[in-house]
């Protein structure tokens, strides 16, 4: 399984991104899809995750209410777009795929990972 990670780049705090996730085989839509995190010097934290169906989602609380997830698995893409970026959503971001088909916030449930791409916010 592969997963090609896109859509980083540099914008202005209050500004908006969408990160696309495309993974290189099928049986992702039977697993749940998840976005992580890593800002320089911090450990990778949990951003967002979805189902198999995309229909439950959770959230981080400090993206709650600006960042949504979504999926299309006929195409085996998983988006990100996040809004009122901040300073400190400057990060590599990373898709997963879980062995769950509910996702959740668990990192070791993830197996699979692309290979990050990098946000960054100027205040």
């Known amino acids: 399984v592969q997963l090609q990670a896109s859509g980083g780049g540099l914008v202005q705090a209050g500004g908006s991104l969408r990160l696309s996730c495309a993974v290189s085989?099928?049986?992702?839509?039977?697993?749940?899809m998840a976005w992580f995190r890593q800002a320089p010097g911090k450990d990778r934290e949990f951003v967002s995750s979805?189902?198999?169906?995309?229909?439950?989602?959770i959230y981080a609380d400090n993206v709650q209410g600006r960042f949504t997830i979504s999926r299309d698995n006929a195409k085996g893409t998983v988006y990100l777009q996040m809004n009122s970026l901040k300073p400190e959503d400057t990060a590599v971001y990373y898709c997963?795929?879980?062995?769950?088909?509910?996702?959740?916030?668990?990192?070791?449930?993830?197996?699979?990972w692309g290979q990050g791409t990098l946000v960054t916010v100027s205040s």
């Open positions: 997963a795929v879980s062995r769950t088909s509910y996702g959740g916030r668990d990192m070791t449930n993830y197996p699979y």
């Open positions: 085989r099928r049986t992702s839509s039977n697993n749940g």
């Open positions: 979805a189902n198999w169906r995309g229909d439950s989602t």
